[in-house]
Structure formats: structure tokens, C-alpha cells
């Protein structure tokens, strides 16, 4: 069928509306009408070579919300009709995906970055000439096909344009904070960056109870939201330097830190200012190679830990309707950090995401 793509033909180029061909949906996948999807940074890190080398032309967009037309005779989860947000790709079947941690699949490059489904095949097309497929969902688009595993069922009294960040932002910021780092009320956490993943992670905080909740960030007016959505404190970091705010805000370090802007700088500070026993958490598209240094005897002595973090150890199946039934009850206040776009301006939204005008940038598609 004939879809119109978001299609992105080489490094910061702008991407344009174009006709592409979609596949039918094999047995096990479903054919998706996109409702609004979500701009997440690493979209313009791949099409930028900053992460893999995706080839082009590709369809980028990995935070899809939308309305199942078509089901493949072996689905069983999912039917015509359903709303879903679209998740990231596994395999299913390998250690990482059984103990129910399939950001960690051992074939997740393969599924997720190497521009096809996983097994080498992408479901897009233009004249007759394959399209790199992302994400398992190439989402800024008309219509998309994905495979069962990567779908996730919504209530439909929640709008997709509030639930499509489930797919990367809240994922990673909240799953961050409630999966990887175990959060629990009455626990402290200073969050480096206040974009849309630091926001996630703060509004999770929050929701838990967090004694105190720190952010962190060069943004006046993005710390000014931050104290909104449930910051106790705040430090601007062209005006104080981080170590010493912290540790006059909370003198013995907090239980928790969460890096999300992948300056090694910061996420070195951010092992500094932890308790005993405390955990930095740290996620970001950090390119291969980079290394950053740590006082090794301030971590051992202190019992303290270091840790990445993927996609916050989600099993999307599970964790993102928890998270539906958040936002929907306004406890998880996600709509505060959102701004619209149609799709015809992706342009402009992308723009808008890489100058911090916009927090989370959410395009929406007419019917």
C-alpha cells in the first residue's frame, strides 16, 4: 500500500513528506495507523551517523501511538481496532529477553539499528528500492507495520498523543528510576538534564515520593518546570558548580543519581555526589568509545554503584501499561512537558527539538 514517509536521504538534511510502499503484514505483524508519534534526540543522532551509520534514504521515529487496521493470521495479543504504542525491537528468545529484560536482547542492534527488521528485510519501499526501517517502527509515517512483540495495548480513553512517548522518553527517564534504580519513597535523587527523559525520571520521583528530588541543568526556565513537576531543589550550573551545590543542599549525597546528557564531565559529578551505598544511573546515545574516569576509591570505599541503563530496563508489556494508567489519573502529568505539531511540520519540530524550544515535540497525524 502507498504511505506518506517522513524520508530522510542523508546527514542534516531536512526530511520530506514522501509517497513510499508499505508491505502487508507478514503472519505475525500488524499494520498500524499512526495517530501521533514522538521526536526523541536519538532520531537526529541516527540520521546524523552519530550512533550507527542507519543507510539512507531511511524512516525515522520510534514513539508511535496508533490505531491497528490489519492483523497477520498468527497474532493473537492485538486486533483490529485496538490502540497501541509502538515499543523497540527483540528477538524474544535469547537469556536477556527471557528473564524479561529485552532492551538488553542480544540481537537488539540487529533489530533496532541496522536498518531492517532483523533479519534483513525492511517493509518500506520507493520504486521498488528498499527503505532503512527503524526502531521496528519507523514511525514518522502514515502507517507502519510492526510485529507483534513490539506493541503495546492502551486504554481508549487516553489520547495516543499523551501515551506515544511511552515508547522511548518515559521508558527510559521513569523505567529508569522505578525498574533499573528500585526507587522507593522516602529515597533521594538529583537528575542531570531536564529534557524530556530528566523530566520522565523527575515526574517518576515524584510519583514514588521522593524526599528530595534535585534537577539539574543550564535551563532557566526548564528548572523552572522542573520545580512544577515536583523538583525540591534546582541548581543552574552556570551559576553554582554542581559538587558544592550539591553537597549544600544535601550534605551526605543522595541515594540516587540519574545522567541522562551524556557529558562525561557531568557524569563524573554525578558519582561524586552520592551517599553511601548510592547509585548513579546513567542513559544517553554516548557514541562507542567513549570513556569517562571515576575515583575508584570513592566508589569502593562508599559501596557505590555505576551503572547504564537502556530503555529503563522495560518490559514494555508489562511496565508502559502501568505507566498509561499514570498519566491517565494525572499522576504521572506528562502533558506538561508535550508540545504539538502537525505532521506536515516535522521540520519544524525537529528544529524546535534540537534548540531545547521544545521539551517533548509530538506530531499528529489527520485521520
Not at 227 to 236: P, Y
Not at 340 to 366: C, H, M, W
Amino acid at each position: 500500500m502507498d504511505i506518506v514517509a517522513a524520508v530522510s536521504r542523508g546527514i542534516r538534511m531536512p526530511m520530506q513528506l514522501e509517497t513510499c510502499q508499505l508491505q502487508e503484514p507478514k503472519d505475525e505483524e500488524v499494520l498500524v495507523r499512526l495517530v501521533a508519534t514522538g521526536i526523541c534526540h536519538t532520531d537526529m543522532a541516527m540520521r546524523d551517523h552519530k550512533i550507527y551509520p542507519i543507510p539512507h534514504p531511511a524512516v525515522f521515529g520510534h514513539e508511535g501511538g496508533g490505531i491497528i487496521e490489519r492483523v497477520g493470521r498468527g497474532v493473537t495479543t492485538v486486533k483490529t481496532g485496538d490502540h497501541v504504542v509502538l515499543s523497540f525491537g527483540f528477538c524474544g528468545h535469547c537469556q536477556a529477553c527471557g528473564d524479561h529484560h529485552p532492551s538488553y536482547c542480544s540481537h537488539f542492534d540487529d533489530f533496532n539499528f541496522h536498518g531492517t527488521r532483523g533479519d534483513g528485510t525492511t517493509p518500506i519501499s520507493q520504486h521498488g528500492q528498499p527503505v532503512s526501517f527503524f526502531q521496528a517502527q519507523s514511525s514518522f509515517a502514515t502507517h507502519t507495520v510492526c510485529d507483534e512483540r513490539h506493541v503495546v495495548l492502551m486504554p481508549k480513553e487516553v489520547p495516543l498523543d499523551l501515551l506515544c512517548p511511552l515508547g522511548c522518553a518515559v521508558q527510559t527517564g521513569a523505567g529508569g528510576v522505578i525498574n533499573s534504580l528500585g526507587m522507593k519513597f522516602g529515597q533521594s535523587i538529583a537528575v542531570f538534564g531536564t529534557g524530556s527523559v530528566g523530566l520522565c525520571a523527575l515526574m517518576a520521583a515524584k510519583m514514588i515520593g521522593a524526599s528530595e528530588i534535585i534537577a539539574i541543568d543550564r535551563n532557566s526556565q526548564r528548572l523552572a518546570l522542573a520545580k512544577e513537576l515536583g523538583a525540591t531543589a534546582t541548581i543552574d550550573t552556570r551559576e553554582e558548580p554542581v559538587v558544592e551545590a550539591m553537597k549544600r543542599l544535601i550534605p551526605g549525597g543522595v541515594d540516587f543519581t540519574f545522567e541522562t546528557t551524556a557529558n562525561m564531565a557531568l557524569l563524573r559529578q554525578a558519582t561524586e555526589v552520592l551517599a553511601r551505598r548510592g547509585v548513579c544511573g546513567f542513559v544517553g546515545g554516548i557514541p562507542a568509545g567513549t570513556e569517562v574516569t571515576l575515583d575508584v576509591e570513592w566508589m569502593m570505599t562508599g559501596g557505590r554503584t555505576f551503572r547504564g541503563i537502556i530503555l529503563g530496563d522495560s518490559d514494555p508489556k508489562s511496565f508502559l501499561p502501568k505507566m498509561a494508567k499514570a498519566i491517565a489519573n494525572g499522576s504521572f502529568p506528562i502533558d506538561k512537558i508535550i508540545t504539538r505539531y502537525p505532521f506536515e511540520r516535522i521540520n519544524d519540530a525537529i528544529a524546535d527539538s534540537e534548540s531545547g524550544r521544545s521539551i517533548k515535540a509530538v506530531l499528529q497525524f489527520t485521520a
